[in-house]
């Protein structure tokens, strides 16, 4: 069952610019992941954050969540092209499986 | 050089018959997952094993039949039962702790 929701379905974006995206959830998790997926190709694992966590960084990724809310962001800072693909997001109830939801398609224009 | 392969890259498949996607890692995982992805959609789960020689059904798990007789490999076959088997195939596997790394993903066309 797919329990994360991406929002917004897609963004375009001129280079440099931030881009945003958000993913709601239904249930309680251990853990929420966000991947990449370039056109054709497998998913990358960007950056896991903990129930217990509230932000997190890596390079120009910004995560956050809120367990009140069953929600997450994800901020690509000073997006460049090869930043375009589509990011998901999945949770892990810590029953060795995650949920993926339908993904945000991300076009980043030169 | 450590990751997972799926081959072949694009599969056809004629009615009625039964193929099977391999999958394989070096990067010593005791778990491994089959997911179907279908075009602007996110990942369904099909298939999963924590350990060797066990496996569970995912949440799409009709047509489908899995092995895990090694660590490394984790193949899937789409039987002649799976009516509607076009879509892109990913495996991935994982050390249990959350963190998933996935294959390149296997295309699936029907003839």
């Known amino acids: 069952s797919q329990q994360g929701e991406e929002d917004p379905q897609a963004l375009s974006i001129q280079e440099g610019e931030n881009a945003t995206m958000n993913c709601s959830y239904k249930t309680s998790i251990n853990n929420l992941q966000w991947y990449r997926q370039n056109s054709g190709r497998g998913l990358v694992h960007l950056i896991l954050?903990?129930?217990?966590?509230r932000e997190k960084h890596s390079g120009r990724l910004r995560v956050t969540l809120d367990t009140s809310k069953k929600s997450s962001s994800l901020l690509i800072t000073a997006s460049r092209a090869a930043d375009t693909a589509s990011y998901f997001c999945a949770t892990d109830a810590g029953d060795y499986k995650l949920s993926f939801g339908a993904g945000t398609t991300v076009t980043v224009r030169a | 050089d450590g990751g997972i392969t799926q081959s072949p890259k694009y599969l056809f498949r004629k009615e009625g018959q039964n193929v099977t996607l391999s999958c394989e890692q070096n990067l010593n995982h005791d778990a491994m997952y089959w997911y179907r992805q279908d075009p602007g959609q996110g990942l369904r789960l099909i298939y999963y094993?924590?350990?060797?020689?066990?496996?569970q059904k995912g949440d799409i798990a009709e047509g489908y039949s899995v092995s895990r007789e090694k660590k490394e490999s984790f193949p899937l076959t789409v039987t002649s039962a799976q009516k509607n088997p076009t879509a892109f195939y990913l495996c991935?596997?994982?050390?249990?702790?959350?963190?998933?790394?996935f294959g390149p993903g296997t295309r699936l066309l029907v003839l």
């Open positions: 954050i903990r129930s217990n966590e």
């Open positions: 094993s924590q350990i060797v020689n066990d496996f």
């Open positions: 991935a596997s994982s050390t249990g702790e959350g963190t998933q790394y």
